[in-house]
């Protein structure tokens, strides 16, 4: 959810049960702002929470030019002092999938042990909001754009989807590097465009139906919820730009789905 636009953004989230205190929105609305001047990121967006047994992490992340590409992960426990998470390496990522089990303890030094393979939280919390990202972050069909120079951006044309583009799935698109561009007939290939149709589409997602998909607010508000990752909300104010998406969770995947459809 970009900073800019917390307040509003998170009243319509709320019935997904995505809140916030007030302390906590006063907070973020004055350090995200900060956050932005002192590491010269071009937005700055809250991500949202992972639950702790003892303690709550409560994301930021920073993007630069291109959207895609220059993403940098911060976490806080008070909502005013952000720490810079580490990027991601392969090594980091196979030793959170061996080591890493459970809930998150909420202490970033804790070390999970597993035979020979040990990896800190702080770590595992990268991997985790990576994770995430890769397979749950969403956003409408023409929000973000992509130019000649390969910068993909802030569509500031985008007027919003329409209630009958809305309730169809083929109308999100994940916000990462593409991965399953599959090859598309000539008649479908005609209603594309390159320049925002880049991205891939939430429809053919594997396994079917790990999207719910629903309009609220009188009809007005679209709100897509992750069932791979519970906590995942995306919501959509149909006509208008206003979008954004949030995790609230525990950072637990949910792997019996597949069984469960």
Known sequence: MDSGSLHCSLEHV?????????????????????????????????????LGVEEEYFIAQGRGKNEIQTKKNLYSFNCIDWLL???????????????AKGRF??????????????????????????????????VPRGAFI?????????????AGLSPSEATRLS???????????????????ADLNPAID???VVSDDVPKGSWSLQLEGAGQVCILRSLLWPGLTLYHVLMTPQHGYIY???GMKNLDLPFML
Not at 90 to 99: F, G, L, N, T
Not at 146 to 158: A, H, P, T, Y
Not at 171 to 184: C, D, E, G, I, V
């Open 14 to 50: 709320a019935g997904s049960g995505c809140n916030l205190n007030i302390e906590q929105r006063a907070a973020l609305q004055t350090s995200l702002l900060i956050l932005k001047k002192n590491y010269k990121f071009q937005r700055v967006l809250f991500w949202g929470k992972i």
């Open 85 to 99: 998470l580490p990027p991601i390496t392969e090594d980091m990522m196979k030793a959170v999938s061996v080591a």
């Open 105 to 138: 303890r909420g202490d970033p030094s804790y070390v999970y042990e597993h035979l020979e393979s040990k990896v800190s939280e702080e770590n595992r919390l990268a991997v985790v909001i990576h994770q995430i990202d890769e397979e749950a972050s969403v």
């Open 146 to 158: 992509r130019d000649l120079r390969g910068l993909v951006q802030v569509n500031r044309s985008f």
């Open 171 to 189: 109308n999100f698109l994940h916000f990462r590097k593409p991965k399953n561009q599959k090859k598309r007939r000539i008649l479908e290939m």
């Open 198 to 200: 880049f991205l891939d």
């Open 248 to 250: 609230i969770g525990s």
